[in-house]
């Protein structure tokens, strides 16, 4: 993850400046998605795990 968004910060000076910030933030939106995403399943596994010890 810490790659692509190295990667697309990296853009700056291949492409125009909009596109660059248009690519910052749509990484930032990706991270952010991406980190709810991974709370979300650890939520899930935590519930299972608790399911399952009382079984």
Do not use: H, I, R, W
């Not at 909009?18 to 980190?35: P, R």
């Amino acid at each position: 993850m810490a790659v692509f968004l190295f990667g697309l910060e990296g853009l700056g000076g291949v492409v125009g400046e909009d596109l660059s910030q248009f690519g910052e933030d749509a990484a930032k939106d990706f991270a952010g998605k991406f980190d709810d995403l991974e709370a979300t399943v650890n939520e899930k596994s935590e519930q299972l795990v608790q399911d399952l010890a009382t079984k």
